[in-house]
């Protein structure tokens, strides 16, 4: 069975710093492209980085510079730094994973908050 677990949100200050993980379970994460979404109240899903299995990355402009995403793979995780937090970063993040050789495979994690406010 495959399964995300996603921890690491939560309620921040603008300018401060969380930290995301997902832990997957139930496949190989190297054979994937691994990514993180997120989604604000009343906007569409979103991309906000991506990381390849070879490890290359890219990122939504409104994020370059601050986030930074790495992945392990002998862990299966993927991570998602987010520094210089903005209140227009509040949004429910969410663990994205597609296999690599079938684009039609792919993977959600349940989503965690985060909240930048003062």
């Known amino acids: 069975q495959v399964q995300f677990v996603e921890s690491g949100g939560g309620l921040v200050q603008p300018g401060g710093s969380l930290r995301l993980s997902c832990a997957a379970s139930g496949i190989i994460s190297s054979l994937y492209a691994m990514a993180w979404y997120r989604q604000a109240p009343g906007k569409e899903r979103e991309l906000v980085a991506g990381?390849?299995?070879?490890?290359?990355?890219n990122y939504a402009d409104s994020v370059q510079g601050r986030f930074t995403i790495s992945r392990d793979n002998a862990k299966n995780t993927v991570d998602l730094q987010m520094n210089s937090l903005k209140p227009e970063d509040t949004a429910v993040y969410y663990c994205?994973?597609?296999?690599?050789?079938?684009?039609?495979?792919?993977?959600w994690g349940q989503g965690t908050q985060v909240t930048v406010s003062s």
């Open positions: 990381i390849t299995s070879g490890g290359r990355t």
């Open positions: 994205y994973a597609r296999l690599n050789i079938n684009n039609a495979i792919f993977y």
